[in-house]
């Protein structure tokens, strides 16, 4: 960031750890041009290498699965990052091994109520992403994508940070057009079971622009495609984690359909790549970020279960309503403007995902609880989390 947090003081950085003895805490009145021009000369004269800024980053769903990731990426890289989470499918656990670092903040907050900090990149992954974490409460899943964006929007406005969405490839919908490019407005079902999810961020992004285009507020936003990898939850209920529990248990494999609907994943590592790539660029229009390298369903079945080992056999069940029967990403906007492309073969990331839920199933062997989504508990009117 080129920018002073604290007073916006243009080309002038945050002095987060401070070379003078005196600044080590962060204040407003320490944040003047001359203690700045008087750090600057101590530094200089003590010829230590302190003088780097350092961004504030604040990733909202960051003891998630992707948002662990990203908090790893962004401290390996400098930053001072605050993660804001209220653990609805993140856990601690994923960046438990940050707690007590003097750049890590782990902040329990739900985004549907405002939030006053100091930040100059907001990440903003909060949102259950897998089918049974977000259909499980949908009015929750609509509020965290709608009221929790605003209120990050509002954050951004008011402390002038640039905002990344992490959308999705569900704004397309049951896509007509394929591979999905962004200029693609989508076909989604307004009133299906996967709305509150797909309408929910279709409207994140509508946000974003109005505050870009009304306010100024910097914004990216992401198209994420479906992504895999170590910390995905263990009933996250997506394909990828499906299929390898089931493989490591001798379960059968159940593919929904007949298994000709296609699917492209991306390994989490390369999503992070990719995200920190927009953020830091000057693309405010959506950008797709995924894997295309495209396979049927019934394809994943049969090459986790030799990556496996396993002798689970493939179990046909009648299909999902609304599930996509194509998805692939067109990424040639992030090949050109983001230089950025996946880089991880599929067998490489799938042996890691099996590694980490072989290691996760020990771990609840040892009697480890883990919770397992409720069906959406109906009294009243209202459901849990709302
Ligand atoms: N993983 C994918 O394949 C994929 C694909 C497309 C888009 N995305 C998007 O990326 C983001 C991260 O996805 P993920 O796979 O890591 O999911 P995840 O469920 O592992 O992580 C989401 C995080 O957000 C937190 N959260 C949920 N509601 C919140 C609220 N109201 N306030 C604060 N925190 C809240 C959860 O506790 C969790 O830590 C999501 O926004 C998702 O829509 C992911």
Redesign the pocket.
């Known amino acids: 960031s080129k920018t002073c947090s604290h007073l916006r003081i243009p080309f002038l950085p945050p002095f987060s750890e401070g070379c003078f003895p005196w600044s080590k805490q962060r204040s407003e009145s320490y944040c003047s041009s001359v203690f700045m021009f008087v750090d600057f000369v101590w530094c200089f004269c003590k010829k230590k290498k302190k003088f780097i800024p350092t961004v504030l980053t604040q990733i909202?769903?960051g003891?998630?699965?992707?948002?662990s990731h990203l908090t790893d990426k962004l401290m390996m890289d400098g930053h001072e990052v605050t993660v804001?989470?209220?653990?609805?499918?993140?856990r601690k656990r994923n960046v438990e091994h940050w707690i007590g670092h003097e750049n890590f903040e782990l902040i329990n907050?739900?985004?549907?109520e405002p939030l006053y900090i100091e930040v100059d990149q907001i990440y903003h992954?909060?949102?259950?992403?897998s089918p049974p974490?977000y259909m499980y409460n949908p009015i929750k899943t609509l509020k965290?994508n709608t009221i929790?964006t605003l209120n990050m929007l509002g954050l951004a406005k008011r402390v002038g940070a640039r905002l990344l969405l992490?959308s999705?490839?569900e704004v397309y919908g049951d896509p007509e057009v394929h591979p999905q490019n962004e200029d693609y407005w989508g076909h989604v079902n307004p009133i299906g079971p996967r709305a509150c999810y797909d309408e929910g961020?279709r409207v994140a992004e509508t946000m974003c622009y109005a505050y870009m285009k009304q306010e100024g507020v910097e914004v990216r936003v992401a198209r994420?495609?479906?992504?895999f990898g170590p910390r995905m939850?263990m009933n996250d209920g997506r394909v990828v984690s499906n299929f390898i529990l089931q493989a490591l248990q001798g379960e059968p494999l159940t593919v929904y359909g007949p298994g000709t609907q296609t699917r492209a994943f991306q390994y989490v590592s390369d999503l992070v790549n990719g995200l920190v790539a927009l953020m830091n660029s000057n693309v405010s229009s959506p950008v797709n970020l995924g894997n295309p390298e495209e396979h049927t369903i019934l394809e994943f079945a049969q090459l986790i279960k030799k990556l496996v080992g396993s002798g689970s056999e493939i179990q046909f069940l009648s299909e999902a309503q609304d599930d996509p029967q194509k998805r692939k990403p067109d990424i040639r906007k992030a090949k050109l403007l983001l230089g950025w492309e996946p880089v991880v073969p599929l067998e490489e990331g799938l042996n890691k995902a099996i590694h980490y839920f072989r290691k996760e199933l020990e771990y609840q062997a040892n009697n480890q609880y883990i919770p397992k989504p409720k069906p959406a508990r109906m009294k009243k009117g209202r459901t849990r989390h709302n």
């Open positions: 909202t769903g003891a998630g699965f992707v948002g804001v989470d209220n653990f609805f499918t993140g907050h739900d985004v549907v992954l909060a949102s259950p992403a974490n965290t929790g992490a999705t490839s961020k994420i495609f479906n992504t939850h």
